[in-house]
């Protein structure tokens, strides 16, 4: 076992409506004095992660918050020690940010250009950062068959209009009758530049041929292609610059994402779906237990809609993915 010190902390992931999050350099009398982070500290023992998070805001920049929401378990391992972080969105509080430790505060919005102008950021918080430029929603396409490409044209460009920002192409039924059809191509190249109009990413299922793979922002693995490629000893063939993700549906697959540092994770089926009639859901209980082990977003899948969003987050997902209902 390691000798180093463990210890647990909460974050506050301190949201405005635009987006914007609010970062904080460390007191000089501190350790990595000066660097920036997010606020929070210690979980003492006797204390909930909302109840530390709720002290640490009070003493370290005077507010109260009034609406925490659990979203990432993460562990970082320091030189020194070993951080069990536990992120927590705040997006309503009493009171204005002001540093009561001789700190200086930021309001930073993730999409702006890095390197950051204000200091260095400890390493824990960089994946905050990339984490908050994914969507709350995960468009997954049904077409099915060339004859229905409009209709999914029509359907995806409405759920754009309505905010949608992450699709992914997985065709499985079409890619077994007609595998690598000119056709499915092409309707993956159709999608592919309809969510380019509206800026949003679209991620190719591994169901479907690798080659297509440049032409997207990123891969999403189902379970059995991420054993194939750990059996293997291969990393997922995806650029620095391309998303990766992975279906889970247990703790041991859950364990095959994290070794492929999967940026995050679709979860379920939650809720009965008339998809799975024959598999037993996980329920919200199983999904949060499972969800604070994924150490990166979670999005929950399996009957979900709009009117699950807050339900999910509660449990520790970051969003909903889906077929039908996300709009």
Request: glycine share 6%; with cysteine; hydrophobic share 40%.
């Amino acid at each position: 076992m390691s000798s180093k010190p463990y210890i647990r902390v909460a974050v506050g992931v301190i949201l405005q409506t635009d987006g914007s999050l609010l970062l904080g350099s460390r007191p000089a009398d501190k350790p990595w004095p000066h660097w920036w982070e997010l606020p929070g500290g210690k979980i003492e023992a006797s204390e909930t992660v909302a109840e530390a998070l709720s002290r640490e805001l009070q003493e370290e920049i005077a507010i109260t918050p009034t609406q925490i929401t659990p979203w990432v378990r993460y562990i970082h391992h320091y030189p020194r020690s070993t951080v069990e972080l536990h992120f927590c969105q705040v997006t309503a509080w009493e009171g204005e940010p002001a540093p009561q430790e001789n700190q200086k505060l930021a309001w930073y919005h993730p999409t702006e250009p890095a390197p950051l102008t204000i200091g260095p950021i400890l390493p824990a918080t960089f994946p905050v950062l990339k984490w908050l430029s994914l969507p709350k929603r995960y468009l997954i396409s049904q077409i099915g068959s060339a004859a229905a490409v409009p209709a999914w044209l029509e359907r995806l460009e409405h759920a754009l209009k309505q905010g949608v920002r992450l699709v992914q192409f997985r065709e499985p039924e079409w890619e077994k009758a007609h595998p690598q059809q000119p056709e499915l191509l092409h309707a993956l190249e159709q999608t592919m530049k309809l969510c380019q109009q509206y800026e949003a990413r679209c991620l190719l299922n591994s169901v479907h041929s690798l080659d297509w793979l440049p032409s997207t922002h990123g891969l999403h693995l189902r379970s059995q292609d991420a054993r194939r490629l750990l059996k293997q000893q291969l990393a997922a063939p995806i650029s620095s610059t391309q998303l990766l993700s992975m279906s889970v549906h247990n703790s041991t697959e859950l364990q095959l994402a994290q070794q492929l540092n999967t940026d995050f994770v679709v979860m379920g089926h939650v809720l009965n779906t008339p998809s799975h009639p024959e598999q037993p859901a996980l329920g919200w209980s199983q999904f949060s237990a499972l969800a604070a082990q994924a150490g990166r977003p979670v999005y929950a899948i399996g009957g979900q809609s709009p009117a699950t969003l807050c339900t999910a987050q509660q449990h520790g997902a970051h969003g909903i993915a889906g077929i039908r209902q996300l709009v």
